[in-house]
């Protein structure tokens, strides 16, 4: 018979970051909470690893908004984050963009971000202008999307119903300008048929308010939300899988745990993991209808993410307080079309990572990322983590030498100072952080099928509800603003709109 543990109020599945700050948020409301996570390890992407005695990030690298008065500082002051080692960015170039060998230098500051663009494609003034006016209008309409009806509101819902391409096309008529103000974009998937106008001019507002890195690692984060949430009575359980999903009648009841090991119960639940794998939680249970099941197992994901984390020698490579996005080629909007990273690398972002302790004029760290789409190693997909064979071994040296061969044409001397590589690739993601097939931004939205792509936190079990980046928008900034909208369906949007006033 399987030992039922305590009930709660709330339970969570999965403790990356949407389930750490739901966790939070509802254990601040006075909530009983428990969070359950899979791995020995929390935060999901936030995850960090250590290899020759360094910190090594697995998908975090920068966040964006988080000067006084912008809206990831007042969400980090509620969580408690703003005290963490953070790194403001070079002010007058927190990414510098590389296209067919010219550069472009992208300060942080709406006012600063014009002027550089208009310094580079003078005759490009009155589309900067108004690409900037459309940035700060959707930048400052976050602070107010939990007031009640604003999500239907017809400005943003005209942004997720028309294309950033479509726009920045009509506004913009030089593609070579396009492609720069599309450069630091490798934090979304570019697809000129799909990409939501909203999901564009969001993401890209926020890291031109501000930007910043963290020294030792992003898990850090997940370790003060954690600390957090057992201050005020939660719960947070490692190796702790669920892996069933039980009730009856459109109700939870229940979540088995380790294949039956133990069952823990629950007035209500939030998912914390992909929409497909918590689907696949409720196929014995029938909680869900299939026809609803099929629906979210044939929404299509983003793709993922190849990384080559470097370590380096001592003294050898300076530290560069920005990022460089780099390509080969012009028309950045049709990369996702030509993904063959074994034959050769077109995109990257090089990020620079601050050391935690020592000389700060130098790096010890330097991760590669690149696109990876999943077909690349869903060959591979059920075998176990260091065994999966000489062939997926040589395919991830191959990309990462074919990422270290770009990131040399920028960063001189880069290769002598190598000691060490480690890589990741989509199937890595799938392993740690349960992601269907390894996304790196979750399900795809598209502005021309908004109602089955542009998910809610409510599902057909009333009692259950979702959360994370393949929500409303993906990120820190996307995932934290989902955390508040699930939030809010059990505890209301007042107490959380007041969040984002103060």
Known sequence: MRRVMEKYDVLIIGAGLGGLQCGYILANHGMRVCILEQDALLGGCLQTYRRAGLPLDTGFHYIGGLDEGQVLHKLFKYFNLLDLPWVRMDNDCADLIIINGKEYRIPQGYDNYAAALKSYFPNQASGIDEWVNMMRQVGEGIFHSLEPRSAESVF???????????YLSSIISDPLLIDVISGPALKMELNAE????????????????????????????????????ESKGGVVRRNAKVTQILGAEGHASSVEVNGGEYIVEADHFISDIHPSATMSLMEESGLVRKIYRKRIYGLKNTYGMFTASLVLKENAVKYQNNNIYVYR?????????NLNPQSRVDGALISFVPADKGDATYTRNIDILTPMDWSTVEKWFGTKVACRGDEYNELKRIVAQNCIDLAAECIPGLKEAILEVHTSTPLTYTD???TAQGSAYGIQKDFNNLMFTLLTPRTPVDNLLLTGQSLNLHGILGTSMTSLFTCAELVGAEPLSDILKK
């Open 329 to 337: 080629n012009a028309n950045l909007w049709h990369l996702p079309d």
């Open 156 to 166: 943003s819902q005209s942004l997720f119903a028309r294309g950033a391409y479509e």
């Open 194 to 229: 799909k990409l939501p106008l909203y999901t564009f001019a969001q993401i890209n507002s926020s890291f031109v308010q501000s930007a910043y890195r963290i020294k030792g690692g992003g898990m850090q984060i997940a370790e003060r939300l954690r600390k957090g949430i």
């Open 432 to 434: 740690y952080t349960a």
